[in-house]
């Protein structure tokens, strides 16, 4: 009863609702320890073509293979979950920006290089990641996960196919 209320049915990520509350646990533990964690949040490049292309099938059979494969690249106290669609998100604990953008650089040539195979086809994905980092103790997942998207947006606005971290507006 827990695994299907845990994680996403289809990749085995986390859900957005556990990924939520574990990320808040950790968020916690960092304010309590004073360590650094930084968020990374991904977006597939051009999935709907992928799905139009291949059908549900073949964009399920490439989200599975993202997910393995950002997975087993991942530590096992960083939190990965599945927040909807090709999104997902990594809270990579004690970590700071510097090495989460390398992290997140290192994910994203990982993927690039990432061949799927649907109907007997192989299918190159690319994705896009925004990175972010906690910068206050009050700062709660929903806050860091804003700043990520809006990294996020920015490396698909600069061309896809990159990592872009949060810059603040003071």
């Known amino acids: 009863l827990e695994r299907p209320a845990t994680t996403d049915s289809l990749t085995g990520a986390l859900n957005r609702g556990h990924f939520l509350e574990r990320s808040h646990q950790e968020l916690e533990r960092s304010n309590r320890y004073d360590y650094p964690v930084t968020l990374l949040v991904f977006d597939l ?15 399920d059979e490439v989200l599975n293979a993202f997910a393995e494969t950002i997975t087993a690249q991942l530590r096992d106290s960083d939190v990965f979950g599945r927040l909807g669609g090709e ?84």
């Open 45 to 59: 490049d051009y999935f709907k073509k992928i799905n139009d292309t291949y059908g549900h099938h073949g964009g």
């Open 87 to 170: 999104e997902f998100a990594a809270l990579l604990v004690q970590t700071d920006l510097d090495v989460g953008l390398q992290i997140g650089e290192r994910l994203r040539r990982t993927i690039e290089s990432m061949t799927t195979i649907v109907d007997n086809e192989e299918v190159w994905i690319t994705v896009s990641i925004g990175c972010t980092t906690k910068s206050a103790p009050t700062q709660s997942i929903e806050d860091i996960l804003k700043q990520g998207d809006q990294a996020l947006y920015a490396a698909k606005r600069n061309g896809r196919n990159r990592v872009e971290h949060y810059y603040s507006d003071e």
